[in-house]
């Protein structure tokens, strides 16, 4: 089947505008994760989406960040007045359930001018 | 503080040769630990992972690792590496079943692979 799914693959744009990134889990995974890499770093965690329970906000460097799931499908990133320290490799992972590996998407690559 | 290390940010290795990667960890439960690898312009692909029992663990494309909770090691091992082996190695540490399911990456280890 399909794997993770994130889309644009690339996106560049003007310092100060807003940004929403699109991820499609694996169908039937009930964990969704939203991590941010930077340039040769490894990954950080940002948000985490576990079915009807509140998420894990926990890893969102500002409130200029937000995410949202519906029910167990799409979730959307948003990036509002980005700043050029957003500039990374934004990446998706969804789990079958918390216990299981997670699966990754190729990423989105942001770039802020 | 829960933290993943990769000592060795680049390694150059070639082909035929074997190959350790290693990884330490600093967590304060038991640990569910990970390899991924990480081709350019790629997400991550799982190569392995441990959650219980036998501390040497196998995964896809002839990587093996082994937990050593006496060293908090997880070390990833392979005896005869490919070109095709060529990418960036992450270890991960988490604590499933939690509250949350977060992954603890370290920096990262980029292999080259040389004729």
């Known amino acids: 089947g399909a794997g993770v799914s994130q889309s644009p693959s690339n996106k560049v744009t003007e310092k100060g505008k807003d940004v929403e990134l699109r991820c499609d889990p694996i169908?039937?995974?009930?964990?969704l994760y939203w991590y941010r890499q930077r340039l040769g770093q490894g990954l950080e965690f940002l948000i985490y989406?576990?079915?009807?329970?509140?998420?894990?906000k926990s890893g969102l460097p500002s409130d200029r960040f937000s995410a949202e799931r519906t029910g167990e499908s799409v979730s959307t990133l948003t990036i509002q007045r980005t700043q050029q320290e957003d500039s990374a490799v934004y990446l998706c992972?969804?789990?079958?359930?918390?216990?299981?590996?997670?699966?990754f998407g190729d990423g989105t690559r942001l770039s802020i001018l | 503080a829960q933290s993943v290390t990769q000592p060795d940010i680049h390694i150059t290795v070639s082909e035929g040769a074997s190959l350790e990667l290693r990884c330490n960890y600093s967590y304060g439960a038991t640990p569910y630990l990970f390899w991924y690898v990480q081709s350019p312009g790629q997400g991550l692909q799982l190569l392995l992972k441990?959650?219980?029992?036998?501390?040497l663990v196998q995964g896809i494309k002839g990587f093996e690792a082994e937990f050593k909770r006496s060293q908090s090691s997880f070390n990833l091992r392979k005896p005869s590496v490919h070109w095709s082996d060529a990418a960036e190695y992450f270890c991960a540490v988490g604590a499933l079943g939690g509250a949350t399911n977060k992954l603890i990456f370290g920096t990262g280890t980029l292999l080259a692979v040389q004729p």
């Open positions: 169908s039937g995974h009930t964990a």
């Open positions: 441990y959650f219980s029992g036998d501390t």
């Open positions: 992972a969804s789990s079958l359930h918390p216990s299981q590996p997670q699966h």
């Open positions: 989406f576990q079915g009807n329970s509140a998420p894990d």
